[in-house]
C-alpha cells in the first residue's frame, strides 16, 4: 500500500543516522541533545547581538568565569544559546549544558562528573566513571565491610560524622571536586586550544549542598579553561565577584518588536506590522518568554477562530483584528499567559484531559511519559486519548522539553508555577486553602500509587517514587520500601533504588527539618522492622548529607531519632551481638 511504501522510504533515509545513533556513547547521545538546544534557541535570536558581542568581549579579555543573572523569562537560555553557537562558529572549543534539558543535567554531582568525562576526552585520558544517565555511581564508602561500618558507626557520635564528612573521606562530591580541579590544571598546562564551558539554568538543579555551594565551578578556572554561567536573579552566587557577574534585563521596548519577528522567522510566520506593535505595548512584553508564548497563542487558531474571522469579514484585516482581541484577552503576567494557553488547548482539545494532564505533569518533579499520564488520567476517570496527546503536545509545543527518558516536562519552571498557582486557585475556590493543600497532596499520592504498580526496575519508578511518597507523607509505604530493599542483596537495581531514595529523603529532610523521616523512625508502626532502616540511615542517607549547618543540624535531628530506635530493639532484642549489628 502507499502508506507502507512511504514508510519503508523513510526508514531507508533514517537507517543510517539509527545506525550512528546506537554507536554514541551516552555522553555524546548527551551533547547532541544539548547542541539541538543550542541551535534551535540561537535560531531564534534576535535584537541581543550587541549584548553578545560585550560578553565574547569579556571572554576574549581573560574573564575566567562570568555570571548572567536574570528573572524568569529575560531570555538568559538564548543568550547563552547564542553564545555557544557563536564560539563555536569562532572556532572554540565549547561544552554547553542546559541544565534540566537531559537526564545527565539534573543533579550537581552529574554536573561535575559531566565536565570531568568532557576535560577527560580533551586530555586523551581514560575515563574513571563511565557516565550513564539518571544513575548516580556509588562512592566509596559503598564498598566498605559492612560488619566494619557497623561497629564504626556504633562508636561514632554525631560530631564524629561530622569530622569525616569535613575530611572529605567517603564524599563523592568531594573525590569529583578533587578531579576536577586537578583536570582543569592538567588542561591549563597542556598547551591546548580554549575551552569554553557554558552551564544554563543553574537554578534548575536539584537543590542540595553541592548546588548551594557552586561544587560545579572549577576553583582553579584559568585562560585555558573558562566559564559562563546562567541562573535566576534570586539564585545565590557564593563567591562570585560583582565584577564576574552580569545583569540580564528586561527587553527594551525599541527591541520587542525584532524579538518577535525573529521568533516568527524560526517559525516561518507572518503577523500584520499592527498586530506585533500590539503585542510589543502589552504590559509582560519585557519577557522574551511572554513574546514567544503570546506568538504561540496567536498561532494557535482552530475552526473555532476561523469562524470567528469569517463573521468579521474574512481577509488579513478580519485575521488580524481577531488576533488584536486575543491579545486584549490575553493576561498580562508569565504565569497567566501559560494558563490562557493551557485553556485554550483545552477548549480545542475537547473535556478535562488537557487541564488534569497538565496539572499531573505540575505536581511531578520532572514531568511524565504518556504512559504515565494514560494511566492517571484512567485511574482518574478522565478518558484519554492518545491523538488528543499529540494534539496537546503539539499546540503547547512551547512548554516542553523531551527527557531521554521519554518525560515530557515543562520547559521553564514559570510555565509549572502558573499551572500549580491555577490548580490551588480552583481548589481553594471549591474547598478552601487547607483542603486545597490536601488535595495537592492526593494528587502526589495519585502519581505515587501509579509508580508503586509500575515494575520495580522501571528508570522513573526508581528516580521518582520515594520522592511523590515524601509529598504524600506516607510513611508506612517509606518504611515497607526501605526495608525490602535494604534488605535483599540479590534485587538487580537495589544499588540504584536505594541511591535515589537516599537522595530524594535528603532533599525532602533539608525542606521539612528532617521532620518527615525523623517521624519514620520514631514511629515507624507496630511490628514494623527497624534494623533495615538503621543501616539505610548508616550506609545510604549519611552519604547524600553534605557539610553545610543546615545539613548537619538536619541529620543529626535524624541521627537523634535513630539513636533512639537503635536503643529500643537493643532493649527489645538484644543480644551479645547487638552492638555490632545496629547502626545508628
Same mark, same amino acid.
Given at each position: 500500500?502507499?502508506?507502507?511504501?512511504?514508510?519503508?522510504?523513510?526508514?531507508?533515509?533514517?537507517?543510517?543516522?539509527?545506525?550512528?545513533?546506537?554507536?554514541?556513547?551516552?555522553?555524546?547521545?548527551?551533547?547532541?541533545?544539548?547542541?539541538?538546544?543550542?541551535?534551535?534557541?540561537?535560531?531564534?535570536?534576535?535584537?541581543?547581538?550587541?549584548?553578545?558581542?560585550?560578553?565574547?568581549?569579556?571572554?576574549?579579555?581573560?574573564?575566567?568565569?562570568?555570571?548572567?543573572?536574570?528573572?524568569?523569562?529575560?531570555?538568559?537560555?538564548?543568550?547563552?544559546?547564542?553564545?555557544?553557537?557563536?564560539?563555536?562558529?569562532?572556532?572554540?572549543?565549547?561544552?554547553?549544558?542546559?541544565?534540566?534539558?537531559?537526564?545527565?543535567?539534573?543533579?550537581?554531582?552529574?554536573?561535575?562528573?559531566?565536565?570531568?568525562?568532557?576535560?577527560?576526552?580533551?586530555?586523551?585520558?581514560?575515563?574513571?566513571?563511565?557516565?550513564?544517565?539518571?544513575?548516580?555511581?556509588?562512592?566509596?564508602?559503598?564498598?566498605?565491610?559492612?560488619?566494619?561500618?557497623?561497629?564504626?558507626?556504633?562508636?561514632?557520635?554525631?560530631?564524629?560524622?561530622?569530622?569525616?564528612?569535613?575530611?572529605?573521606?567517603?564524599?563523592?562530591?568531594?573525590?569529583?571536586?578533587?578531579?576536577?580541579?586537578?583536570?582543569?590544571?592538567?588542561?591549563?598546562?597542556?598547551?591546548?586550544?580554549?575551552?569554553?564551558?557554558?552551564?544554563?539554568?543553574?537554578?534548575?538543579?536539584?537543590?542540595?549542598?553541592?548546588?548551594?555551594?557552586?561544587?560545579?565551578?572549577?576553583?582553579?578556572?584559568?585562560?585555558?579553561? *573558562?566559564?559562563?554561567?546562567?541562573?535566576?536573579?534570586?539564585?545565590? +552566587?557564593? %563567591? =562570585?565577584?560583582? #565584577?564576574?557577574? @552580569? &545583569?540580564? $534585563?528586561?527587553?527594551?521596548?525599541?527591541?520587542?518588536?525584532?524579538?518577535?519577528?525573529?521568533?516568527?522567522?524560526?517559525?516561518?510566520?507572518?503577523?500584520?506590522?499592527?498586530?506585533?506593535?500590539?503585542?510589543?505595548?502589552?504590559?509582560?512584553?519585557?519577557?522574551?518568554?511572554?513574546?514567544?508564548?503570546?506568538?504561540?497563542?496567536?498561532?494557535?487558531?482552530?475552526?473555532?477562530?476561523?469562524?470567528?474571522?469569517?463573521?468579521?469579514?474574512?481577509?488579513?484585516?478580519?485575521?488580524?483584528?481577531? *488576533?488584536?482581541?486575543?491579545?486584549?484577552?490575553?493576561?498580562?503576567? +508569565?504565569? %497567566? =499567559?501559560?494558563? #490562557?494557553?493551557? @485553556? &485554550?488547548? $483545552?477548549?480545542?482539545?475537547?473535556?478535562?484531559?488537557?487541564?488534569?494532564?497538565?496539572?499531573?505533569?505540575?505536581?511531578?518533579?520532572?514531568?511524565?511519559?504518556?504512559?504515565?499520564?494514560?494511566?492517571?488520567?484512567?485511574?482518574?476517570?478522565?478518558?484519554?486519548?492518545?491523538?488528543?496527546?499529540?494534539?496537546?503536545?503539539?499546540?503547547?509545543?512551547?512548554?516542553?522539553?523531551?527527557?531521554?527518558?521519554?518525560?515530557?516536562?515543562?520547559?521553564?519552571?514559570?510555565?509549572?508555577?502558573?499551572?500549580?498557582?491555577?490548580?490551588?486557585?480552583?481548589?481553594?475556590?471549591?474547598?478552601?486553602?487547607?483542603?486545597?493543600?490536601?488535595?495537592?497532596?492526593?494528587?502526589?499520592?495519585?502519581?505515587?500509587?501509579?509508580?508503586?504498580?509500575?515494575?520495580?526496575?522501571?528508570?522513573?519508578?526508581?528516580?521518582?517514587?520515594?520522592?511523590?511518597?515524601?509529598?504524600?507523607?506516607?510513611?508506612?509505604?517509606?518504611?515497607?520500601?526501605?526495608?525490602?530493599?535494604?534488605?535483599?542483596?540479590?534485587?538487580?537495581?537495589?544499588?540504584?533504588?536505594?541511591?535515589?531514595?537516599?537522595?530524594?529523603?535528603?532533599?525532602?529532610?533539608?525542606?521539612?527539618?528532617?521532620?518527615?523521616?525523623?517521624?519514620?523512625?520514631?514511629?515507624?508502626?507496630?511490628?514494623?522492622?527497624?534494623?533495615?532502616?538503621?543501616?539505610?540511615?548508616?550506609?545510604?542517607?549519611?552519604?547524600?548529607?553534605?557539610?553545610?549547618?543546615?545539613?548537619?543540624?538536619?541529620?543529626?535531628?535524624?541521627?537523634?531519632?535513630?539513636?533512639?530506635?537503635?536503643?529500643?530493639?537493643?532493649?527489645?532484642?538484644?543480644?551479645?551481638?547487638?552492638?555490632?549489628?545496629?547502626?545508628?
Amino acid at each position: 500500500t502507499f502508506v507502507e511504501l512511504v514508510t519503508q522510504d523513510v526508514k531507508g533515509l533514517m537507517e543510517q543516522e539509527w545506525q550512528e545513533y546506537a554507536l554514541l556513547s551516552p555522553f555524546e547521545r548527551d551533547q547532541r541533545a544539548q547542541w539541538d538546544m543550542a541551535r534551535q534557541k540561537s535560531g531564534q535570536f534576535a535584537a541581543r547581538e550587541a549584548l553578545v558581542e560585550d560578553y565574547i568581549g569579556k571572554i576574549n579579555g581573560g574573564q575566567r568565569l562570568l555570571a548572567l543573572k536574570g528573572v524568569t523569562g529575560s531570555g538568559k537560555s538564548t543568550l547563552m544559546a547564542r553564545l555557544a553557537v557563536r564560539l563555536s562558529e569562532a572556532g572554540e572549543i565549547v561544552l554547553p549544558v542546559f541544565c534540566g534539558h537531559t537526564a545527565m543535567s539534573n543533579d550537581t554531582l552529574d554536573l561535575i562528573r559531566y565536565q570531568i568525562y568532557w576535560l577527560e576526552e580533551q586530555l586523551g585520558l581514560p575515563h574513571q566513571e563511565q557516565l550513564a544517565a539518571g544513575k548516580e555511581l556509588r562512592g566509596e564508602s559503598g564498598e566498605e565491610n559492612a560488619q566494619d561500618a557497623a561497629e564504626q558507626a556504633g562508636e561514632e557520635n554525631a560530631q564524629d560524622a561530622a569530622d569525616r564528612k569535613t575530611s572529605g573521606q567517603a564524599d563523592p562530591v568531594q573525590r569529583s571536586v578533587t578531579r576536577l580541579a586537578e583536570l582543569v590544571a592538567a588542561y591549563t598546562s597542556s598547551g591546548g586550544k580554549r575551552l569554553m564551558i557554558l552551564l544554563d539554568a543553574l537554578d534548575q538543579l536539584m537543590p542540595d549542598d553541592a548546588r548551594d555551594r557552586l561544587f560545579f565551578i572549577p576553583s582553579n578556572l584559568s585562560e585555558k579553561v *573558562q566559564m559562563v554561567i546562567s541562573c535566576l536573579d534570586t539564585f545565590s +552566587l557564593p %563567591g =562570585v565577584r560583582a #565584577d564576574e557577574m @552580569e &545583569a540580564v $534585563s528586561s527587553l527594551e521596548e525599541a527591541d520587542r518588536g525584532e524579538v518577535i519577528r525573529g521568533i516568527l522567522s524560526f517559525q516561518g510566520r507572518e503577523l500584520e506590522t499592527i498586530v506585533i506593535e500590539k503585542m510589543a505595548q502589552k504590559r509582560a512584553s519585557a519577557s522574551p518568554l511572554y513574546l514567544s508564548l503570546l506568538i504561540q497563542r496567536l498561532l494557535m487558531m482552530n475552526r473555532h477562530d476561523f469562524d470567528q474571522i469569517t463573521a468579521g469579514g474574512d481577509g488579513m484585516a478580519a485575521i488580524s483584528a481577531h *488576533q488584536l482581541a486575543l491579545l486584549d484577552e490575553a493576561d498580562d503576567t +508569565l504565569e %497567566g =499567559v501559560c494558563v #490562557d494557553l493551557l @485553556e &485554550a488547548a $483545552s477548549a480545542r482539545i475537547g473535556g478535562g484531559f488537557v487541564k488534569t494532564a497538565a496539572r499531573y505533569m505540575a505536581v511531578s518533579r520532572h514531568g511524565l511519559r504518556e504512559s504515565d499520564i494514560e494511566s492517571l488520567l484512567m485511574r482518574a476517570g478522565v478518558e484519554y486519548n492518545s491523538l488528543d496527546f499529540s494534539f496537546f503536545i503539539r499546540y503547547m509545543r512551547s512548554f516542553f522539553i523531551l527527557r531521554d527518558d521519554g518525560r515530557y516536562d515543562f520547559a521553564h519552571r514559570s510555565i509549572r508555577e502558573g499551572i500549580l498557582a491555577d490548580c490551588r486557585e480552583d481548589m481553594e475556590t471549591d474547598a478552601g486553602q487547607e483542603e486545597a493543600a490536601d488535595r495537592i497532596r492526593l494528587l502526589h499520592g495519585e502519581i505515587f500509587a501509579h509508580l508503586e504498580g509500575l515494575k520495580e526496575e522501571d528508570p522513573v519508578r526508581i528516580r521518582e517514587i520515594t520522592y511523590h511518597a515524601c509529598m504524600a507523607g506516607d510513611r508506612e509505604f517509606l518504611v515497607r520500601y526501605l526495608t525490602r530493599y535494604e534488605a535483599s542483596d540479590s534485587i538487580p537495581v537495589r544499588e540504584e533504588i536505594l541511591t535515589a531514595a537516599a537522595k530524594d529523603i535528603h532533599d525532602d529532610s533539608l525542606a521539612d527539618g528532617g521532620a518527615l523521616f525523623s517521624s519514620l523512625l520514631e514511629h515507624r508502626g507496630t511490628g514494623m522492622p527497624g534494623r533495615e532502616l538503621l543501616l539505610f540511615v548508616n550506609f545510604w542517607l549519611d552519604d547524600a548529607f553534605g557539610i553545610s549547618q543546615k545539613e548537619l543540624l538536619t541529620e543529626q535531628r535524624i541521627a537523634e531519632a535513630a539513636i533512639g530506635l537503635a536503643r529500643e530493639l537493643l532493649k527489645k532484642n538484644g543480644t551479645d551481638q547487638s552492638p555490632r549489628d545496629l547502626t545508628t
